[in-house]
T-cell receptor, first 116, second 113 residues
Framework: QQQVKQSPQSLIVQKGGISIINCAYE??????FPWYQQFPGKGPALLIA?????SEKKEGRFTISFNKSAKQFSLHIMDSQPGDSATYFC???????????????FGQGTELSVKP | KAGVTQTPRYLIKTRGQQVTLSCSPI?????VSWYQQTPGQGLQFLFE???????NKGNFPGRFSGRQFSNSRSEMNVSTLELGDSALYLC????????????FGSGTRLTVV
């Protein structure tokens, strides 16, 4: 119930294409679903996040789609650029006051490579 | 505004030794969390501290411990190091008023030989 499953493990996309990364979770107590971007030698950086009361959130070229009934959420990167090449992690967290609070449960990561 | 600062950036230790890693959160952030990142296990939660109290703990052996000081700075300690403890250790901080929104440091790369 603690797991967040992420796919694919790696993804190669042409410049200008759409990158899609998917995640699934089990624990219905989760109520915060962020995506992090990590470059080599750096810590993860928050990219975009969603709460379960909305089905989609868009920030620039990045969009999260959220399906509460299926317990799935995905990251779409439109017009992918070589500078987007990084490892992407989905995560989930419960309310800070609950026993799942204060900790992020991460997916295994997706290594994205955008070819020029 | 300075980000989350972790020191040192790199460490090499011998099996059986102990190590202390340090984290200075963003100014004003009172919550500090620690994570271990390895190629095999990914990012795993170690513990979270808020106002000097441990609020949540991950599934790690007792050799892993931490503490938080009154200025919100945090340290984590690993005793009796094992080869499998080689990892990137990440610290993240969060403002008390922000339910979520963790900001990560660049981590300490620990190598156990």
């Amino acid at each position: 119930q603690q797991q967040v499953k992420q796919s694919p493990q790696s993804l190669i996309v042409q410049k200008g294409g759409i990158s899609i990364i998917n995640c699934a979770y089990e624990n219905t107590a989760f109520d915060y679903f962020p995506w992090y971007q990590q470059f080599p030698g750096k810590g993860p950086a928050l990219l975009i996040a969603i709460r379960p009361d909305v089905s989609e959130k868009k920030e620039g070229r990045f969009t999260i789609s959220f399906n509460k009934s299926a317990k799935q959420f995905s990251l779409h990167i439109m017009d992918s650029q070589p500078g987007d090449s990084a490892t992407y992690f989905c995560a989930a967290s419960g309310p800070p006051s609950g026993n799942q609070g204060g900790k992020l449960i991460f997916g295994q990561g997706t290594e994205l490579s955008v070819k020029p | 505004k300075a980000g989350v600062t972790q020191t040192p950036r790199y460490l090499i230790k011998t099996r059986g030794q102990q190590v202390t890693l340090s984290c200075s959160p963003i100014s004003g952030h009172r919550s500090v969390s620690w994570y271990q990142q390895t190629p095999g296990q990914g990012l795993q939660f170690l513990f979270e501290y808020f106002s000097e109290t441990q609020r949540n703990k991950g599934n790690f052996p007792g050799r892993f411990s931490g503490r938080q000081f009154s200025n919100s700075r945090s340290e984590m300690n690993v005793s009796t190091l094992e080869l499998g403890d080689s990892a990137l250790y990440l610290c993240a901080s969060r403002a008390a008023t922000a339910l979520y929104g963790y900001t990560f440091g660049s981590g300490t790369r620990l190598t156990v030989v």
